[in-house]
């Protein structure tokens, strides 16, 4: 069994901090990580693959050369192998262009069971790449998968978290799975996996050796344009009531009269 | 090589100042003997840089792609009108009112899109809302939302009547469903927007969400490609106030089987009992941190949001130490919430948590620890121990509401 987990590179939000001055990001220092929710897509890959007792696990994920050092983090915790689509051809690439050139790589890769990804990146938050991908590849998906109830060499029963509860959901398998956190806790390296990251060799791929159509990649291929980069604005100070409990609690309620009103 | 670049900095023009290397969200610019060297690997070709460069010194080569078709013939504004269980949810009203006044922009109609069962009860709110026109596709088949049907439906019918601007909520349904739509029908799709206009020169749908977890705000346009769509953030657009009187039409439309099909199968739809309303709906969250110390004293949490007819949350340190289920997690690896009013009680404010919370209208910050960083996006802190507070604030509140 073929399970491809597909990962993004993106700087650690911890490390990000705001300029008070300028109201800019503060970016001096600031170490780039596996995108948060692929964590519990990487995570879960590897318990599918101990679950079936065979099968290789690919992490594959699409960004500048230094992304190879996330590609490394996956194999030390337990993917067996990766790939890097890189190419300057790829620059600007918004989820249309990207969730083509990853369905392109995936159909090389070929003969797969699962897609896994987390439900959306840190840095972009749009979660459109994955439900991007199925729709490129014809294949079923689900979102927001929180559970994996059942599952077996042709078919899934997951469930799908919502707003009210969650779905349950059977799918035939190949099929993308995108991920929340609640689906597992992932394992830390293991040192014989960081052995085994340091010395792997991180296939590099091109547009041009995954077949794309340069019409349908980078910017050229991006539908959409960024016109405008701004800051927002700042919140209004704050204003801090001081007083025993008795005292802050009233002045506090007699604040957000109208609000709680409403 | 150079040469084919799409992005240039002139060297003569450039005279070391660094303004683009401070403007550059992606950190992809470096100096190098006083002059920009802009990264390729990291640019994302945002153009920041060439609106902070005050000597005009860097180009970006956009090779526009030939328009694909007449867009004369792209016209209305459409909204994708969400419902659960034959309801029709409040974020399709949100739609309305923001659609409404984009529609009025552009000269066009308002038209709301309604897949469901048995449903057509709805299509009159939808009209009092602002609609000039709904489009009706009622099937037992489309009874709950699934992926592949809704996808086809939205797909067809888009394809048929081609819309200028189709609007979503930025919901799980919402996600799910128009990505799908936007990669098959090859149409620009903007993310989780909280503003909407329209560029009165281009007639374009400007477009602006926040980026790096708010940090940064973007706005985006689709010139090339139509309908331009947009998923937008729920409870951030004003809802349509419903007018009765409103005249509108409803067109219905109908599918063959193929269509209707799904490979996936939905199997069940379970709600989890909830004591208070769910976070995304909620005007009124009342959230808990590390600082509540223990699962059963969460019910002075409980007991404010019950008050206030407001929904429980909680930051990260409290959803992993087990004393609250995932779903009540607010920030990064949880949930975006913007209500009117948010309390954290406990809270000390990481980033990953303001990341999800710090779009609400009033903040309200009570932790013991005057350093904590949620006091910095707080509109009233109270430095104090919560279970002081907590429980007196829901008396004061009970008061006032009673």
């Known amino acids: ?262 | 090589m150079a040469g084919k670049d799409p992005i240039k900095v002139i060297l003569d023009k450039c005279v070391g100042c660094e303004l683009c290397v401070k403007a550059c969200p992606f950190d992809a610019i470096t100096m190098e003997n006083k002059k920009a060297v802009i990264d390729l690997a990291k640019c994302t070709l945002c153009g920041a840089c060439v609106d902070a460069c005050k000597f005009d010194a860097i180009i970006i080569e956009k090779k526009e792609a030939p328009k694909q078709a007449d867009f004369s013939l792209y016209k209305d504004v459409w909204v994708f009108c969400e419902q659960k269980k034959g309801k029709v949810q409040s974020v399709a009203y949100e739609l309305l009112g923001k659609g409404r006044e984009l529609a009025d922009k552009l000269g066009s109609k308002l038209c709301g899109v309604l897949l469901g069962d048995n449903i057509e009860a709805e299509c009159d709110e939808l009209i009092a809302r602002g609609a000039d026109r709904v489009y009706l596709v009622d099937s037992p088949k489309l009874r709950a939302y699934q992926d592949e049907p809704y996808s086809k439906v939205l797909c067809e019918l888009v394809t048929k009547h081609k819309p200028e601007v189709v609007l979503c909520g930025a919901t799980t349904i919402g996600r799910s469903l128009i990505s799908r739509v936007a990669v098959k029908i090859r149409a620009g799709l903007t993310a989780d927007c909280t503003g909407l206009d329209i560029d009165p020169e281009e007639k374009l749908l400007l477009q602006t969400r926040p980026a790096f977890g708010g940090n940064i705000m973007a706005t985006i346009i689709a010139p090339n490609t139509r309908p331009q769509m947009a998923t937008v953030r729920h409870k951030v657009m004003k809802e349509a106030d419903p007018d009765p009187k409103r005249k509108g039409e409803v067109i219905k439309e109908d599918f063959d089987e193929e269509t209707y099909s799904s490979r996936s199968r939905l199997v069940d739809i379970v709600e989890e009992i909830e004591e208070t309303v769910n976070l995304a709906e909620a005007d009124i969250i009342v959230s808990g941190g590390r600082g509540v110390g223990a699962p059963e004293n969460f019910d002075v949490i409980k007991d404010l949001a019950l008050t206030l007819n407001g929904a429980v949350g909680a930051s990260r340190s409290a959803v992993d130490a087990g004393w609250i289920p995932y779903s009540h997690q607010v920030g990064q690896t949880g949930k975006t919430v913007c209500p009117k009013l948010y309390i954290a009680c406990g809270i000390s404010g990481q980033i990953q948590h303001l990341i999800g919370m710090k779009s609400s209208d009033v903040i309200v910050a009570i932790n013991k620890d005057p350093e904590a960083p949620i006091f910095s996006v707080a509109t009233y802190g109270i430095v104090d121990d919560l279970f002081k507070v907590v429980p007196r604030l829901t008396q004061e509140f009970k008061k006032i509401l009673h």
């Open chain 1, 1 to 262: 069994m073929k399970i491809i987990v597909l990962i993004k590179q993106v700087p650690n939000t911890t490390d990000v901090k705001i300029d008070p001055e300028t109201n800019t990001l503060r970016r001096e220092g600031v170490e780039s990580v596996i995108n948060p929710f692929d964590m519990y897509a990487i995570e879960e890959s590897i318990r599918i693959k101990e679950r079936f007792g065979e099968g290789e696990v690919i992490v594959v994920s699409m960004g500048p050369p230094q992304a190879e050092d996330a590609l490394r983090e996956a194999i030390s915790l337990g993917c067996d192998r990766a790939i890097l689509l890189s190419d300057r051809k790829f620059a600007g690439s918004d989820t249309w262009a990207t969730s083509y050139t990853l369905s392109q790589a995936i159909r090389k890769i070929g003969d797969y069971a699962l897609i896994f990804c987390g439900k959306q990146a840190s840095d972009g938050d749009t979660a459109q790449v994955g439900p991007g991908v199925s729709m490129h590849l014809d294949i079923p998906q689900v979102t927001y998968v929180k559970k994996i109830e059942e599952i077996t060499k042709t078919n899934a029963r997951v469930e799908r978290m919502t707003e009210e509860g969650f779905d349950i959901i059977e799918t035939p398998i190949p099929a993308v799975f995108t991920v929340v956190k609640e689906i597992n806790e992932p394992r830390l390296p293991s040192l014989k996996g960081k052995m085994k990251a340091k010395k792997a060799e991180i296939q590099v791929w091109t547009a041009e050796d995954i077949g794309c159509d340069e019409k349908m990649i980078g910017l050229d291929g991006s539908p959409t344009r960024v016109v405008k980069i701004f800051n927002p604005p700042p919140r209004e100070g704050g204003q801090i009531l001081d007083g025993e409990a008795d005292e802050t609690s009233r002045k506090l309620a007699e604040f957000l009269k109208d609000v709680v009103i409403g």
